[in-house]
């Protein structure tokens, strides 16, 4: 296991390399630069332009622009952004970041959770008219032009019932006189969440080990859900900021909404058709034979191993939905990094454009080896060898 973690690392090392360089020929051999938007202002003097170009370094040779990109790079330096100048493009990033992840890890996890749960049922009542009926509506939404089916929610919810916002991500007056910035709510959101969350399987796994009787754990885990959820409520009462968390809580109900109709469709038909493949196995068969109850074979034996394929779909989901972020922000103008990409290639700031899509990308390839550990640490029926998996 150690062996194969490290090569796959390896691996995605050199294609993180490739993948960063190829980012960058394929923006910096566009045509055009930053100047074209003042070359045609008799107001900007030549002089000025060719200062310009000098200041970011673009009249310096290809190749040389690219090792010095490279180096900047992994120094932990992407540049400085045109549009925003002097703001370096690691600030840009960072300021929108906790913004997208806030919005998509919320909307993944709450599909998968979803799909999981809807996906098992299903393939258990195979052959029903709740299995025919889901089936269906799931695999129109699967399908739908996610644009069109953002802008029809929008239609309904925002224009028509007002029930939430048109576009942003708060509500600029409440804001003004706000103790702390977004960014500041944002952060802390996401640290309640991983903290929640760590706490919580923490004390399943112990009271999955305490607590044998079916009943009395399930009892005790809706009881310790129940506090959890309490306490975290209490805390961001009290805490002078609860407000603001609300209100972009209320702006993410929409993008919330409209995501998670799409993202739980299709993990529900793969945690349907993983489950119906698993049902045909052998050990479920004397499983029922030996007379355990149905939703232990279920939950215990079949779930389990069906899981495995949702498992990695989850995680590359989390890194992907990043890379969609670019419709959904626009559509519904939340300042992430979706948007800033669209707009920084528009802006043909370059620097910004290159610092995003790379930034993305890596996301990706980490994604990618972590599901392939994941998938390798969920299954002990998979070995890794030497020339092969």
């Not at 020929?25 to 630069?33: E, N, Q």
């Not at 925003?84 to 997208?100: F, G, K």
């Not at 290639?345 to 994941?374: C, K, M, N, R, W």
Request: charged residues 15%; proline residues 4%; aromatic residues 16%.
């Amino acid at each position: 296991m150690l062996r194969y973690s490290a090569i796959r690392f390896v691996q995605i090392v050199v294609i993180m390399l490739l993948y960063t360089s190829i980012v960058w020929f394929i923006f910096y051999a566009m045509p055009g630069d930053v100047t074209n938007k003042f070359v045609g202002n008799p107001k900007i003097k030549p002089e000025a332009i060719k200062q310009m170009k000098d200041m970011f370094g673009l009249n310096q040779p290809l190749y040389k622009r690219y090792l010095m990109y490279m180096r900047d790079l992994y120094t932990g330096h992407m540049g400085v952004s045109f549009s925003y100048y002097p703001r370096p493009v690691w600030s840009i990033i960072a300021e929108r970041l906790p913004r997208t992840v806030t919005l998509f890890l919320t909307i993944v996890l709450v599909e998968y959770a979803l799909g999981f749960y809807l996906g098992k049922l299903i393939a258990w009542r195979r052959g029903s008219f709740i299995d025919y009926a889901a089936t269906v509506v799931g695999i129109n939404l699967w399908t739908v032009f996610t644009p069109w089916w953002a802008l029809l929610l929008i239609w309904a919810f925002s224009y028509m019932l007002g029930w939430f916002p048109l576009a942003q991500f708060l509500t600029p007056l409440k804001w003004l006189s706000a103790p702390h910035d977004s960014n500041y709510v944002f952060i802390r959101m996401l640290a309640t969440f991983f903290g929640v969350t760590i706490g919580y399987a923490t004390i399943w796994t112990v009271l999955r080990r305490v607590i044998h009787n079916q009943r009395a754990r399930r009892l005790v885990n809706w009881v310790v859900a129940a506090a959890i959820l309490a306490i975290t409520v209490i805390v961001w009462a009290r805490s002078g900021i609860g407000s603001y968390a609300l209100d972009i809580m209320w702006h993410m109900g929409l993008p919330f909404i409209t995501l998670v109709s799409i993202g739980f469709a299709g993990a529900m038909l793969v945690m349907r058709d993983s489950m119906l493949d698993t049902i045909k196995e052998d050990y479920i068969t004397t499983a029922r034979a030996k007379g355990l109850p149905d939703n232990i074979v279920r939950d215990h034996h079949a779930a389990r191993t069906a899981l495995l394929p949702l498992v990695t779909g989850f995680v590359l989901a989390i890194a992907f939905s990043l890379d969609g972020a670019v419709i959904t922000e626009t559509i519904f103008s939340w300042p992430g990094i979706g948007l800033t990409l669209l707009q920084a290639i528009s802006s043909e700031d370059y620097p910004l454009a290159v610092g995003a899509y790379t930034f993305l990308g890596v996301i990706a390839l980490l994604a990618h080896y972590f599901a392939d550990i994941s998938y390798a640490a969920l299954d002990p029926r998979i070995s890794y060898h030497r020339g092969g998996s």
